[in-house]
């Protein structure tokens, strides 16, 4: 079954100490995203990846890191997560970039962060 | 800025009633693409439907259609015969080459 796998569903951590969330596609999508969603301001990306190895800022990127070894791959990094990061994060792929306007993003099925 | 505005927070609708959901968009470029989202209790994000800036014609998905009116810059979601399961957030959205932006969601009540 093609799809978006997000790894955990729920995670509950402590000022300070680093995390990753897994994501992971089985759809050979070149491009690769991740959002995070808080309520009143609908979902703000933070990183986006437009094959291995190219990774790009998005609107939110401060306090967080990624990585794209593998196509299929595209983990989330908070190395010091803090309180303002609590939010439900989704990652997301498509097909492909550039001018492929029509290409809609397949989404995992999120992950609740809370960081206390 | 490229920009996507939903400026209704919360709707609510009768079953069988048909209702729009409004969204505005502001871009510069001649390219691009418009989606919505529906986003249930249960959190995933579900793909609804598709227009692109150069399609004459409106789209339309069952009971989902897409009224876009390109000079006004405006991809309003009208939902016919709404249904209980439809209870859900919406989320407009736009796609620029490589970055898809989001609105920040009407929130739907169907009622029976």
């Known amino acids: 079954e093609a799809q978006v796998t997000q790894n955990p569903r729920y995670l509950i951590t402590v000022t300070g100490k680093k995390l990753t969330v897994t994501c992971s596609q089985n759809?050979?999508?070149?491009?690769m995203s991740w959002y995070r969603q808080d309520p009143g301001l609908g979902l703000r990306q933070i990183y986006y990846s437009m094959n291995v190895e190219v990774t790009d800022k998005g609107d939110v990127p401060e306090g967080y890191k990624v990585s794209r070894k593998e196509k299929r791959n595209f983990p989330l990094i908070l190395e010091s997560p803090s309180p303002n990061q609590t939010s439900l994060y989704f990652c997301?792929?498509?097909?492909?970039?550039?001018?492929?306007?029509?290409?809609?993003?397949?989404f995992g099925s999120g992950t609740q962060l809370s960081v206390l | 800025a490229q920009k996507i505005t939903q400026t209704q927070p919360g709707m609510f609708v009768q079953e069988k009633e048909a209702v729009t959901l409004d969204c505005t968009y502001d871009?510069?470029?001649?390219?691009?693409?418009l989606f919505w989202y529906k986003q249930p209790s249960s959190g995933e994000m579900i793909f609804l439907i598709y227009q692109g800036s150069y399609d004459e014609q409106n789209a339309t998905e069952g009971r989902y259609s897409l009224n876009f009116q390109k000079a006004r810059k405006s991809a309003n979601l009208v939902i016919s015969a709404s249904q209980l399961g439809d209870s859900a957030m919406y989320f407009c959205a736009m796609r620029e080459s490589d970055k898809l932006i989001f609105g920040t969601g009407t929130r739907l009540q169907v009622f029976p």
């Open positions: 997301a792929s498509s097909p492909s970039v550039g001018d492929a306007t029509n290409e809609k993003l397949f």
């Open positions: 759809m050979n999508h070149e491009y």
């Open positions: 871009t510069s470029d001649q390219s691009y693409g």
